[in-house]
């Protein structure tokens, strides 16, 4: 059976090798750029360049980030609540009813 996107976890290694890459491009740049001018602009085109592949990693994998957060999360709470000698948490229902807004000021009408 195919796991779906959301179900997978992050790839976390990715986010770690554009790190890496960036580190290793910045010390080349350091070490092998003699004028000063081109080695910050280099540098500074680098980083601006890995942050937006990083938040575009972001993008892509905030679904999977917040499942496996919330997973984690309910994992807990059942735990906690098993260890204190609860049931576990029922799901919480609310009726659309709840949600209503109520009335503020004016006159009832019968």
Same mark, same amino acid.
């Given at each position: 059976?195919? @796991?779906?996107?959301?179900?997978?976890?992050?790839?976390?290694?990715?986010?770690?090798?554009?790190?890496?890459?960036?580190?290793?491009?910045?010390?080349? &740049?350091?070490?092998?750029?003699?004028?000063?001018?081109?080695? &910050?602009?280099?540098?500074?085109?680098?980083?601006?360049?890995?942050?937006?592949?990083?938040?575009?990693?972001?993008?892509?994998?905030?679904?999977?980030?917040?499942?496996?957060?919330?997973?984690?999360?309910? @994992?807990?709470?059942?735990?906690?609540?098993?260890?204190?000698?609860?049931?576990?948490?029922?799901?919480?229902?609310?009726?659309?009813?709840?949600?209503?807004?109520?009335?503020?000021?004016?006159? @009832?009408?019968?």
């Amino acid at each position: 059976m195919e @796991r779906y996107l959301i179900e997978k976890r992050p790839t976390w290694w990715l986010l770690y090798v554009i790190a890496a890459v960036m580190v290793a491009l910045v010390a080349l &740049i350091e070490t092998s750029v003699a004028h000063e001018t081109t080695r &910050i602009t280099l540098e500074v085109v680098i980083v601006i360049t890995t942050f937006g592949l990083m938040l575009s990693w972001v993008r892509a994998n905030r679904g999977r980030i917040e499942l496996s957060e919330a997973a984690e999360t309910r @994992r807990s709470a059942v735990e906690t609540a098993l260890a204190n000698g609860h049931p576990p948490p029922a799901e919480v229902r609310v009726s659309k009813a709840a949600w209503r807004r109520p009335r503020v000021g004016g006159r @009832r009408i019968v």
